[in-house]
């Protein structure tokens, strides 16, 4: 079906679908929405997939389904069940609307570039699901949805990704406290990028929030070094998003307090290279001196060059000058996971990444994953770009169909 705008409030599931796009757009404050205003009713294994040529996919039985159960039903009392449905269903269309949001020079070209980079998929999935949760109650209150279905506000309903939320809420939680901004404004701003500006912005964020932009020369590599911690410890979260959501959940958290840790360690590491004057042992010390014998006791006078009295030891040519830690020569040291035991270090950036996850995934897993584009259900009409949807890119945004929720 190809919708187009609707003028007036939503009186239908037809003119809901239409005003859902635009509505979202100004609830996130994005300065455009790449959806060109196709939606397509399919059945498999996605709930909603925001695709890459602009068309909505959403799943007939599970999201539109409810919808227009809605309507046809309006004003009536529902059932909690029946509310927890349309609940599911409008968070499933604002996630998806939320996939085409951008800024003004953005493209879907240079989004989907940058999706497929290490960690970008997990920060955009992640960074999708948390800002609609947050916003959900507000999205259906400007849809007028909470006139129709009397009580869909106040009841229950879970959340997809649970390997990816946690963390990201972590990651931007620490990110607040440390620029001094209000809760949810980084996950606002993060919602407002594409894959190709997420993960930059949020190095930014976290350059800024250091000393580093007023210490280091232009042209220092921090802001690299910073990029592989943050896409190896994000690229890691792959490794739970197919198990349980409890157990999803902890790892996400534990793996976001690992990376933050990491992090803070490679930001003092550089500040303080820059904070600590080096010591050259064969500086004389500048100090001021007991007398000598018979001297007034009220005099000061030069040191001896045969006995300093209050001097620093040298450092030895072969002792580090600014370290944090001391490390063992066998040791990595800005490693998510420890090494394995005599196995050498590797040379930076290997040093800052997790081994890359290689679950072993049956076919029902890969559908799960979204390897595969949903089916459209007949007699739905073909979009515009069959070609285009012909070639998904792999791993596309979405809601799986049959993935458990998280609490």
Not at 37 to 58: C, N
Not at 317 to 331: A, I, M, V
Request: aromatic letters at 4%.
């Amino acid at each position: 079906m190809t919708i187009t705008v609707a003028a007036s409030a939503p009186t239908s599931v037809e003119e809901l679908l239409a005003a859902s796009g635009e509505t979202a757009r100004v609830l996130a404050a994005a300065d455009q929405s790449a959806w060109n205003g196709q939606i397509v009713e399919s059945s498999g294994a996605m709930l909603g997939l925001a695709h890459w040529d602009g068309t909505l996919y959403l799943d007939g039985e599970t999201i539109l389904d409810p919808l227009r159960h809605l309507y046809e039903h309006a004003g009536e009392k529902r059932l909690v069940s029946t509310l927890v449905r349309y609940r599911e269903s409008l968070a499933t269309l604002l996630h998806e609307h939320a996939h085409f949001l951008g800024p003004s020079d953005s493209t879907q070209e240079a989004a989907r570039e940058g999706f497929v980079k290490p960690g970008s998929r997990e920060l955009e999935e992640g960074v999708t699901e948390a800002w609609a949760q947050d916003h959900l109650d507000e999205y259906i209150h400007r849809l007028g949805v909470d006139k129709l279905a009397p009580g869909i506000e106040s009841v229950p309903a879970g959340g997809y990704y649970a390997a990816f939320v946690p963390a990201v809420r972590k990651l931007t939680a620490d990110l607040e406290s440390r620029n001094d901004l209000p809760p949810g404004e980084v996950l606002n701003l993060l919602n407002r990028q594409t894959a190709a500006g997420q993960l930059p912005l949020l190095v930014t964020l976290v350059y800024n929030s250091t000393r580093l932009p007023d210490l280091e020369p232009t042209g220092a590599d921090t802001r690299s070094r910073l990029e592989s911690i943050l896409r190896a410890g994000l690229d890691h979260l792959d490794t739970y998003e197919l198990t349980a959501p409890g157990f999803a959940t902890t790892k996400s958290l534990t793996t976001a307090n690992q990376l933050l840790t990491h992090l803070h360690h490679e930001i003092a590491h550089a500040e303080s290279a820059h904070t600590f004057a080096p010591i050259h042992p064969n500086e004389p010390a500048h100090t001021s001196t007991p007398t000598q014998p018979h001297e007034s006791a009220h005099t000061l006078t030069p040191t001896q060059s045969a006995a300093p009295a209050c001097t620093v030891n040298p450092i030895q040519p072969d002792e580090p000058t600014h370290t944090l830690t001391p490390t063992q020569p066998d040791e990595p040291t800005h490693t998510l996971t420890p090494t394995q035991p005599n196995k050498p270090a590797q040379p930076h950036p290997n040093a800052c990444t997790l081994p890359p996850p290689t679950p072993n995934r049956s076919a029902h897993q890969v559908a799960l994953s979204g390897l595969a584009p949903p089916t459209t259900a007949s007699p739905s009409p073909q979009p515009h770009s069959p070609a285009s949807r012909a070639t998904p890119t792999p791993r596309p945004r979405g809601v799986p169909l049959h993935r458990v929720r998280s609490a």
